[in-house]
């Protein structure tokens, strides 16, 4: 199933228009022990977009062949503004390594952590971490004793943060913490 922006922006627009209880109608994918259900997978951004009520974020993964879009759901334009995000922070086909809570909806999640791979070859992965981890929490302590800030989010929010990271941290945070992403993980 492919979207376009015609499509992201219907959808938006037609959950805004709902009620609060309609608004905040994805119920999120449970564990069977009652947990929250983290995904993470390598993917490619086809769309990033600041909208009102939700930033949206489409990104594409394969599955055995088969082309598999994901709708990313993160705060509103107004908040992420704020915070120091632009509409040109992450760019179509970036390629990048995603974590995101699960919803119920088939291929939908909210944005817990977003690695985002080296552009050219002089450029650093740049770690977002988002959204589920707030302010001073371990996750958030560990990275950063470990990785030094893009500077470019207003920490003082306490809601996201940027970290960059070379091909050495990101190995050692590998080792040190195992599974895919396990750096960001409770």
Same mark, same amino acid.
């Given at each position: +199933? ?19 209880? %309609? ?8 564990? %069977? ?23 949206? #974020? ?11 879009? =994901? ?5 509103? *334009? ?6 120091? =995000? $632009? ?14 809570? *699960? ?9 817990? *952590? ?5 552009? $050219? ?18 996750? +958030? ?13 207003? %920490? ?15 190995? %050692? ?7 895919? #992403?396990?750096?960001? +993980?409770?």
């Amino acid at each position: +199933m492919s979207f376009n922006i015609n499509y992201l922006l219907f959808f938006f627009t037609s959950i805004f228009s709902y009620n609060l209880l %309609a608004h905040h109608s994805f119920l999120p994918l449970l564990s %069977a022990e009652g947990e929250p259900v983290i995904k993470v997978f390598d993917a490619n951004v086809e769309i990033y977009k600041l909208l009102n009520p939700h930033t949206a #974020m489409i990104v594409n993964t394969y599955d055995e062949g088969q082309k598999i879009d =994901w709708l990313v759901e993160l705060s509103s *334009a107004s908040t992420l503004t704020r915070e120091g =995000w $632009t509409n040109d922070f992450i760019k179509p086909n970036d390629r990048v390594t995603i974590a995101i809570l *699960a919803f119920r909806t088939e291929n939908r999640g909210r944005l817990r *952590a977003l690695l985002i791979h080296p552009r $050219t070859n002089n450029d650093s992965y740049q770690l977002i971490v988002a959204y589920g981890i707030r302010g001073d929490t371990p996750i +958030m302590k560990r990275l950063e004793s470990r990785l030094p800030l893009c500077g470019n989010i207003n %920490a003082e929010l306490e809601r996201s943060q940027c970290f960059l990271v070379n091909n050495n941290d990101l190995d %050692a945070l590998k080792r040190d913490f195992p599974g895919v #992403m396990g750096y960001i +993980m409770p």
